[in-house]
């Protein structure tokens, strides 16, 4: 009921009998623009619209469950899932390239270039964030960065960061990993500092409350003389 009004605009705005025009609004179609403003507009909203916030972050989707959405959002011209209609340069969704940023952050897939001038890392910040205790994710961001073309880049501003006195903390930049404290992690202490900082999240755990003792139960002796007339 509540897409209601954007399935009235899919079913109001249909090609005419050649494929060549929308019959509502006149729109002639091209091969970079298949479908008129309003049904790209409806089917966009229908495609996000059914998220909720926490899917936004793909995160709790598994691998197999991601690529059987990346062939969903596929098509010619546009998206036949969330109708993006394709320009230029652009032949993915946004929800693709999503999803594809979560699939290299995992591992499940190669690190690419977003676009030209932007470096490995762009739009795949958790994978370069020092988090959990997974040493494996940080060893690929840092493998990333070695071959990132804005290596040289990354590397400059970072030092004038250092040299500012700006700390850097648990994040990873220019192939450098950097703790909570802003302290630097050689790459070959990944695996221990991994260990250490699973050790050091053990102990940081509350302490379980101790179950109270039961009540000590009376000799009978003594339970008979709580009695006004134990004795009898």
């Given amino acids: 009921m509540t897409d209601g009004p954007r399935r009235e605009t ?59 959405m990346t062939r969903e959002h596929t098509g010619e011209g546009r ?31 190669p690190v690419t270039q977003p676009h030209t001038g932007q470096g490995l890392c762009a739009g795949k910040g958790s994978g370069w964030t020092v988090t959990s205790t997974k040493a494996a994710v940080w060893k690929r961001a840092m ?8 290596l040289a880049q990354c590397e400059t501003q970072l030092e004038d960061r250092l040299a500012s006195g700006v700390k850097v903390r648990e994040q990873i930049m220019a192939g450098r990993l950097f703790t909570v404290t802003g302290r630097e992690v050689e ?19 509350k302490p379980r409350a101790p179950i109270p003792a039961p009540a000590a139960t009376p000799a009978p002796a003594r339970q008979l003389s709580l009695f006004e007339n134990g004795a009898a």
């Fill in 187 to 205: 790459a070959a202490g990944v695996d221990a500092f991994a260990v250490a900082r699973g050790r050091t999240k053990k102990k940081q755990q």
């Fill in 79 to 109: 998206c036949r899932r969330c109708g993006f209609v394709y320009a230029g340069q652009v032949r993915l969704c946004p929800t693709s390239r999503r999803i594809t940023a979560e699939l290299e952050t995992r591992g499940k897939a």
């Fill in 10 to 68: 899919l079913a109001k705005h249909r090609p005419n009998h050649d494929h060549t025009a929308c019959t509502a609004c006149g729109f002639v179609y091209t091969p970079a623009r298949p479908l008129c403003p309003s049904v790209a507009g409806a089917l966009r909203e229908l495609s996000t619209g059914a998220l909720r916030p926490q899917d936004l972050s793909l995160g709790h989707y598994t691998t197999g469950r991601l690529r059987a």
């Fill in 143 to 150: 493998a990333a960065c070695s071959v990132c073309p804005l």
